[in-house]
């Protein structure tokens, strides 16, 4: 199947404040971000014309910028505002938004204080993230050479651009040796995440999580850890080292793109998707949907 260019589509995308052309929106080759990873950005979904938790995400991408020493001059409401618009603009409904904010090219070096802070965001159709019939079985994910870093050393709080290096790095590998993705594990060698999911473990009835200390602690982990509260299921969010995962019936993997996917393999591990995680992908998927209001 032919590639559909991301930079070659109609359409529209929310630049600086006002709507432009697709094709328009465009920044020059000498942008800060562009050299020092100096950017920002989020990954949402919208279902039914709503956004999910679009202010969570909205605060957080102005948080992750401040960790980055710059400012977004916009305002939560102002980019919940500016979703809206580009899906209204762009005739989309449910479809995934792309919020990223950048220092742009006043100057160009490691400094750059005076740079204008720039924000766009843009809106397409987009399905689950992984195949639909390896999602069915499980998906198949190598353990990655690279692992998360000591928050010592990285900014791992923010949802920064220049983090996501050694995941597109370690997906890049696993899909050449036929995996789906990697798991990567933190700079003590413990379980941490995915290249851009959060990964849960379930042993007799009970689901364990890495704790987020060291990477992201996602809007779609953090519900998904309610949702299986709500129902009574006790969540261990501690330190797993990877030998334990020998001892684990079911895994599966969160994100905004991801949704809630079971894996199937992890190196030399397997697992059978059951009916605890077939039940939090039914909780996710109702509870992403729109909710009418009282009259």
Known sequence: MALMPYDDRDGFIWFDGKLVPWRD???????????????????????????????????RLKDSAKILDFEVPWTVEDIDA??????????????????VAWRGSEEMGVGAHANTIHLAIATWEWPS?????????????????????????????????????????SKHRAMA??????MMLDWQGRVAECT????????DGVIHTPTADCFLNGLTRQTVIDLAKR?????????????????????????????VTPV????????????????????????????????
Do not use: W
């Not at 040796?177 to 990697?182: F, I, M, P, R, S």
């Not at 009574?232 to 994100?255: K, N, Q, Y």
């Open 25 to 59: 929106a465009k920044i020059h080759v000498l942008t800060h971000a562009l050299h020092y990873g100096s950017g920002v950005f989020e990954g949402e979904r919208a279902y039914g014309g709503v956004v999910f938790r679009s202010r969570e995400h909205s605060q």
């Open 82 to 99: 500016a979703k809206l618009a580009v899906m209204a603009a762009n005739g989309h409904t449910n479809c995934y938004v792309r919020p």
């Open 129 to 169: 993230y992984f195949d639909p019939e390896m999602r069915k079985k499980g998906i198949r994910l190598d353990i990655a050479d690279y692992r998360r870093p000591d928050p010592a050393t990285a900014p791992s709080t923010a949802k920064a651009a220049g983090l996501y290096m050694i995941c597109t790095i």
């Open 177 to 182: 040796k036929g995996y789906t993705d990697a």
């Open 196 to 203: 851009g999911a959060n990964i849960f473990f379930v042993k």
């Open 231 to 259: 129902r009574g299921i006790e969540v261990a969010e501690r330190r797993i080292l990877p030998e334990e995962l020998a001892g684990f019936s079911e895994c599966f993997v969160t994100g905004t793109a991801a949704e």
């Open 264 to 295: 199937g393999e992890i190196g030399p591990y397997r697992f059978t998707p059951a009916k605890l995680t077939e039940t939090l992908i039914e909780d996710y998927t109702a509870e992403v949907q729109p909710k009418q209001q009282a009259a």
